[in-house]
């Protein structure tokens, strides 16, 4: 089984900062894509930012330039700095990862149990 545990999220001011980090553990032979996604009340999870195995990465238009996701292989933990926060950033954070857990077998997507973000104008 594989588990994913996020933290640092909180209330913060309109134009604060705010760091989130995932950590995945348990039974992983690799982790291909790694990311972020924003859910709101009455709305589907959206994309906020994603990061492969390469370090490519793919961040939502309303986060460019302001939010970064990178990630640190060796811990399976993927970060999001969240700059310049608006107070449309709100929502629960969840984390997701591809996650192959032997060699020989497919990945599966995992998910945090998620964190919440508000920024207050």
């Known amino acids: 089984q594989v588990q994913l545990v996020e933290s640092g999220g909180g209330l913060v001011q309109a134009g604060g900062s705010l760091r989130l980090s995932c950590s995945a553990s348990?039974?992983?032979?690799?982790?291909?894509?790694i990311g972020w996604y924003r859910q709101v009340p009455g709305n589907e999870r959206a994309l906020v930012a994603t990061i492969n195995s390469g370090g490519s990465t793919n961040h939502a238009d309303s986060v460019k330039g302001r939010f970064t996701i990178s990630r640190d292989n060796a811990k399976n933990t993927v970060y999001l700095q969240m700059n310049s926060l608006k107070p449309e950033d709100t929502g629960v954070y969840y984390c997701?990862?591809?996650?192959?857990?032997?060699?020989?077998?497919?990945?599966?997507?995992?998910w945090g149990q998620g964190t919440q973000v508000t920024v207050s104008s």
């Open positions: 997701a990862a591809d996650v192959r857990t032997r060699r020989l077998y497919g990945e599966m997507r995992y």
């Open positions: 348990g039974s992983i032979f690799s982790i291909n894509g």
